[in-house]
């Protein structure tokens, strides 16, 4: 099969075009290895007609979603952890998604598979189990306002570390005597999406990295299959209010909402900080090592499962935990969107855990 580039060049290696585009984006050393290891996988599986479900060499270009619910299936034979199958379902989602996005193929073959894995929220019980009292010790021994709101946000939200670093000043919502305005040059035009809905965030499902929004171009991706508002209660109000009286100058005109206070002083937090400040703060606790696996080390991301567990097991309603959690569209959001206040919020706010 002839690939071409959005150019019209020869494109011979479809992983190597996408690694250097991630070369490009920014995208650290140590994901774009990670990348690479998943998606040669992939690719001598398909190779490997013994292996394959077409009983012929197959090529990641041409691989169906077929080959990739294969594919899934080989890596649960193996007895890898549910969290590193979907670490490398997610990895090859991103893969077809980003070439298709570009122009390189014309579809994305995981689209299926993910969105059955999606069906189910998995407590992956192999991964670290922290109780909340020990959470709540953690986050007391956080003393800067930044890395503190960071947590809590994190906490209190379930939201990827990426949407976290996207936050723009318009897209938080606090109390009517809110300092979003104080805090700024220029005078901030606050998301009507949250127009009535209290203090709360407004997660936007379009943030793509690499690509320019609201006037800067970002560092990481939202990966919400539908933008999302997100109640904010009173304890993560007070660590952004306490975070909002601090924050610097910023140097872009979208008005981040989190940004540095070290190295690149007054500059949008990258997912790297993030990883950065929460795995320090993990050492300290004894949470995490270096080497150390997905389901012994605590990051930011173990911050999303811990979200999830809590908040599904107090409500019981898996229904409003994936609305929060981005991971799902159409009919279902809608049901959730037209009928905010009495849902959502009411839920969370009776079952969200104390961190204090």
Known sequence: MSIQSPDGDAIDDPIAYFLEDMTYHGKSDRTREAYER????????LAEPSRNPRDEPGTIAAATHRDCMAWIHS?????????????YASYLHRFYAYMTQVGVFDSNPMTLVKEEMDERIDTNPSRREIPLSEMRAFVRSITHPLEYAVVVTLLKTGIRVGELCNLDLRDVALADDSPLLAVADAEIDQRPQLNGRGPSLYIDS?????????????????????????PIDDELEVALRRWLSIRPNVRSSAEP?????SGRWGSRLTPDMV?????GHASEAGWHRSGGTAEENVTPHYFRHFF???LRDRTGDR??????????????IDTYTHNWGDRVRETYEEHIYSLA
């Open 38 to 45: 998943v998606l040669r996988e992939f690719e001598a599986f």
């Open 308 to 310: 999830t567990t809590h």
């Open 275 to 279: 990883h950065h400040l929460v795995e």
């Open 75 to 87: 890596l649960r034979g193996s007895a890898a952890a549910d969290s590193t199958i979907a670490t």
């Open 319 to 332: 229904g409003i935990v994936k609305y929060l959690r981005g991971d799902v569209g159409g009919d279902i």
């Open 257 to 261: 909402l989190f940004v540095s206070t």
């Open 206 to 230: 379009d943030p793509q990295a690499g690509a320019v929004y609201a006037g800067e171009e970002r560092s990481a991706s939202n990966k919400r299959k539908r933008s999302t508002v997100i």
